[in-house]
């Protein structure tokens, strides 16, 4: 009966099992950090992606925005508060094809201006082939944006669409 009343000495300093959870861990986290090194940037991916596009001031990109028509829905274009007290907006809009030839790429200048057509806020937005794989002639693409960060006092009276690359098939 001593030896059950009798406080048993405890071991001081770190246990091994934890230690060997801890070196696992971090061999966990360490490896994971070391493959995610080998994945490309989002700048890199999106260089890859645009490679063959046309882009502002060559007269193929001349020629086919002439085609391209963007439209803005007013009615179902809204602004909404955000928690950290700037305003969202979204837009909508169609995006026609009214050349004969089939786009497998396009990039769109969405931006909000003022009274004065002063520049606000500015969103680049690859919506072919992100959105939609191809925009064939004739067809409408309907498409939605996001711009945030605008101010409560800020005038936002217009937007403005603007091809800023396209590629073709």
């Keep these: 009966m001593d030896t059950f009343l009798q406080k048993k000495e405890e071991k001081k300093g770190i246990s091994k099992v934890f230690l060997v959870g801890v070196l696992f861990g971090a061999a966990v986290i360490g490896s994971v950090i070391w493959l995610l090194t080998f994945q490309p940037t989002a700048e ?14 060559t007269p193929e990109f001349d020629k086919l925005t002439k085609d391209i028509v963007i439209s803005t ?15 969202q907006m979204t837009i909508r809009g169609k995006i026609r094809n009214k050349g004969e030839k089939t786009l ?12 004065k057509k002063n520049l606000l806020k500015e969103k680049k937005v690859l919506f072919v082939p992100n959105q939609q794989p191809t925009l064939e002639p004739q067809q409408i693409l309907p498409v939605t944006v996001a711009v945030d960060g605008f101010s409560p006092e800020d005038e936002r009276a217009n937007v403005r669409w603007k091809v800023t690359a396209i590629k073709t098939q």
Excluded: H, Y
């Design 73 to 87: 829905d007013f009615e179902r274009t809204t602004e909404s508060p955000t928690g950290l007290g700037t305003i």
């Design 44 to 57: 890199e991916q999106k260089a890859k992606m645009m490679e063959g596009f046309f882009l502002e001031g």
């Design 104 to 115: 497998n790429g396009l990039e769109v200048s969405v931006g909000v201006i003022d009274t």
